[in-house]
């Protein structure tokens, strides 16, 4: 059974735990919420509770604010500092709003004003667990990537595509035959070169990569077999080419489409042969590597339209990988994003809020035409923008994306109803300087859904009241 599906078993029948020393209030919500098929657990007193919370809790609190012995608002910052990712949602009385509202900026998950309608507990109780199920599905993971060595700590991702690669990966890097990697640009391929490199008996010798496409025709014979002193002008010293540098290693082509036929036709005498003769020479110099090379073209495609060698293509794919494009293993996106931005955040030491399931639905939407390269690149970007996740990403997808992808549901009637809702309350809000009671009036809600709105719109009241 894979992380992926434990962290699922675990979340088969929620888990609730109740805080509450009222003994009514108690059992009217643990009736509801066991109606609701959640499993719920009740204590009176916060001390309690706080001793049988575990930082893997695969569940969410709900606990009233005012209580004796430990008050909601203490108890909420121990259960925090424990693991800042469960959900806390506190329960509290008219005169406590002030308070929650301090809770949730020190990262509480919600707050419900009493009275209120079972019906709501329960909607707040569904985000709160899709999104601590999603917290210990990526914590799983980063640790199977930490612990499984060299190969899943390079290649990320737990889908079938990414799991199958790695079986073939580790099966054929200890053998000694040709390798082609073929894959989209951005997908990958040198890595997974190196990472066959790293899982062979060669892993101690040289890794030498060699982009074919950047190498100019007319130097490309003298790059890959070497020189010697006076073979051409400008030749001023003897050169060792990137083959004979390889020896003992492994050598990858990457690119090797891009190869003239020419120079093909002698690399093809150098697999065969074993040996490489330097321009200008007559003298043929023994070599011994590991040959992987990789293209983002079909070679046989290559080769009907006299592009490529038949018989060059023959030797190097004794073995073929293909590497899936991202838009093949989309369970691979949340936790790849969510790796590059803590490696951005870190590098750049700027803060990294997780993203919740909505975003994470818009990242898979996403076609990823630029695959691992794209998805790091947004993450970087992400990581460096200001504002709330929401807003990041509108401007991510408009600035990045807006000729390939839209967010999705970008013309739906709901969307619209949302930003008109937002556009309305941002702009009561700058006209009376933040002071939600003219806001209140001017739009004649009460203070409660107004709250809610704005919650749930990532409005955040900057200005005094």
């Not at 040709?178 to 066959?196: F, H």
């Not at 190097?316 to 996106?333: G, H, M, Q, S, Y």
């Not at 990045?400 to 709901?414: M, N, V, Y």
Request: proline share 4%; aromatic share 6%; charged share 30%.
């Amino acid at each position: 059974m894979t992380s992926s599906d434990q962290t699922q078993d675990q979340f088969a029948k929620p888990h609730i735990i109740i805080v509450d020393d009222d003994a009514a209030m108690r059992m009217a919500l643990s009736q509801w919420l066991e109606l609701s098929d959640f499993d719920v657990t009740v204590y009176e007193d916060a001390r309690e509770a706080l001793r049988d919370i575990r930082p893997d809790f695969a569940g969410v609190i709900l606990t009233d604010v005012k209580m004796p012995k430990l008050d909601g608002i203490t108890f909420t910052r121990s259960v925090l500092s424990a693991d800042s990712d469960i959900p806390v949602i506190l329960m509290t009385g008219h005169g406590d709003v002030p308070m929650a509202v301090e809770a949730m900026k020190s990262g509480a998950y919600d707050f419900v004003e009493k009275p209120f309608e079972p019906k709501d507990i329960v909607e707040s109780l569904e985000r709160a667990i899709e999104k601590r199920r999603l917290v210990l599905e990526n914590r799983k993971l980063r640790q199977q990537i930490a612990q499984r060595g060299s190969l899943d700590s390079r290649l990320i991702g737990n889908s079938l595509p990414m799991r199958a690669l790695k079986d073939e990966i580790a099966n054929i890097a200890p053998t000694e035959v040709p390798v082609l990697i073929s894959g989209e640009t951005g997908t990958g391929k040198e890595l997974v070169a190196r990472a066959i490199h790293d899982l062979s008996d060669r892993r101690d010798e040289k890794f030498v990569a060699v982009n074919c496409a950047a190498i100019p025709e007319s130097t490309a014979e003298s790059e890959l077999f070497g020189h010697e002193k006076g073979a051409f002008t400008g030749a001023v010293s003897q050169r060792v080419g990137w083959i004979e540098h390889a020896i003992g290693g492994t050598l990858f082509l990457d690119e090797i489409s891009s190869m003239p036929l020419a120079l093909q036709a002698k690399l093809l005498r150098v697999i065969e042969q074993r040996e490489v003769v330097r321009v200008g020479s007559n003298a043929p110099v023994k070599v011994d590597f590991r040959l992987i090379c990789a293209t983002n073209e079909d070679l046989v495609e290559a080769v009907s339209a006299r592009k490529f060698r038949e018989d060059l293509l023959f030797r190097i794919n004794t073995f073929e990988l293909a590497i899936a494009p991202l838009r093949d293993r989309k369970d691979d996106v949340a936790l790849l994003f969510d790796i590059f931005a803590e490696r951005a955040a870190e590098r750049f030491e700027r803060p990294y809020e997780r993203l919740g399931p909505v975003l994470i639905g818009q990242l898979k939407s996403h076609d990823w035409s630029g695959n691992v390269r794209e998805l790091k690149n947004m993450a970087e970007r992400y990581v460096l923008l200001v504002g709330s996740p929401e807003e990041r990403f509108k401007r991510l997808f408009k600035a990045g994306f807006e000729k390939t992808s839209r967010l999705p549901g970008d013309h739906a009637l709901a969307d619209q109803l949302r930003d008109f809702e937002e556009r309305v309350i941002r702009d009561a809000l700058d006209r009376h300087d933040g002071n939600i009671k003219s806001v209140m009036e001017e739009l004649d809600i009460p203070r409660r859904t107004l709250n809610e709105k704005m919650k749930k719109l990532n409005i955040r009241r900057e200005r005094p009241v």
